[in-house]
């Protein structure tokens, strides 16, 4: 875990993160119930801000103390450094959950848990790229395979999905898997 949380303070003080919201959580945020939210991977609190200026309470969830340290303060928002490889998501406790260029597959079935009845999940992450010229994270145990996050959440009852090619906000290539999915009633 330190390893971890001095690697990503590093990134955090040396590196632009990105500072804009993710389209897919702008076009589908309208689709999840205003309560209780997580940012799972939260970094320096796009999402998160971005959630509580539309009412949420959130909880914001990042190994990085320097991240969460540039989060402003509100009293929607309760920061959470945690390493997450590790971290036990509460059951049913949000009304919507988002995930973003992060991915850890034993939260999935924590994620299903996690959300109340009718709860949304926005999931995004990078998938592997074909061909050359794209930009990929180090460790290919980072990068979903096509369609598997498709396959990891078809309990749920699936709103969007997408795998496209993208360019990320230090203009290179990536390939992205978008997800928008709601718990149905029969699986709380």
């Known amino acids: ?4 949380k001095v690697r990503w303070n590093q990134k955090y003080k040396s590196c632009a993160m990105p500072g804009y919201v993710a389209p897919v959580v702008k076009n589908y945020l309208k689709y999840a119930n205003v309560g209780r939210a997580l940012d799972i991977a939260c970094g320096t609190g796009r999402h998160t801000n971005y959630l509580a200026e539309h009412g949420y309470s ?5 190994i990085s103390d320097y991240a969460l340290s540039q989060i402003p303060f509100s009293d929607k928002i309760r920061t959470i450094e945690a390493d997450l490889d590790g971290y036990e998501i509460p059951k049913e406790s949000y009304d919507l959950i988002i995930n973003c260029n992060f991915l ?3 939260h999935f079935p924590m994620m299903i848990e996690a959300l109340k ?16 010229g794209f930009h990929q994270p180090s460790n290919p145990d980072f990068l979903l395979k096509h369609n598997e996050l498709l396959h990891a959440f078809e309990s749920l009852e699936i709103i969007h999905y997408e795998e496209h090619e993208s360019v990320n906000h230090c203009n290179e290539r990536v390939n992205i898997a978008s997800l928008v999915a709601r718990k149905g009633v029969l699986n709380a």
């Open 1 to 4: 875990m330190i390893e971890d």
């Open 58 to 62: 959130v909880d914001a969830v990042d």
């Open 104 to 106: 850890e597959r034993n």
């Open 117 to 132: 009845p009718a709860g949304l999940l926005i999931f995004e992450t990078f998938l592997e790229a074909e061909g050359e």
